[in-house]
């Protein structure tokens, strides 16, 4: 069983940045982020693969960013430009493909203050 371990959530001001992180036990080819607010649907925010093409949400294009190190197995989720609706649990996501990502992390808070 893959482990995911997110860092980095907080409390920050609207307009404030955040970094996340997201550490796999072993390689994974597909990796991304999930957030679920309160009340809220979980929706996708972003994927990369292990090549480094990625995927972002429209919701937060161009003010976040996922990146990730191999050689570390951790995936990151730059985020600027944080508003109160950016406010939720992000999740990390990882698996062997898009269709095949089973492993989840425990979660990370994020809430940004108006």
């Known amino acids: 069983q893959v482990q995911l371990v997110e860092s980095g959530g907080g409390l920050v001001q609207a307009g404030g940045s955040l970094r996340l992180s997201c550490a796999a036990s072993?390689?994974?080819?597909?990796m991304g982020w999930y957030r679920q607010g309160v009340g809220k649907r979980r929706e996708r925010v972003a994927d990369?693969?292990?090549?480094?093409?990625?995927d972002v949400a429209d919701s937060v294009k161009g003010r976040f960013t996922i990146s990730r190190d191999n050689a570390k197995y951790t995936v990151y989720l730059q985020m600027n430009s944080l508003q109160p609706e950016d406010t939720a649990v992000y999740y990390c996501?990882?698996?062997?493909?898009?269709?095949?990502?089973?492993?989840w992390g425990q979660g990370t808070q994020v809430t940004v203050s108006s």
């Open positions: 996501n990882a698996g062997t493909s898009r269709l095949n990502r089973p492993h």
């Open positions: 990369i693969t292990s090549g480094g093409s990625t």
């Open positions: 072993e390689v994974c080819s597909y």
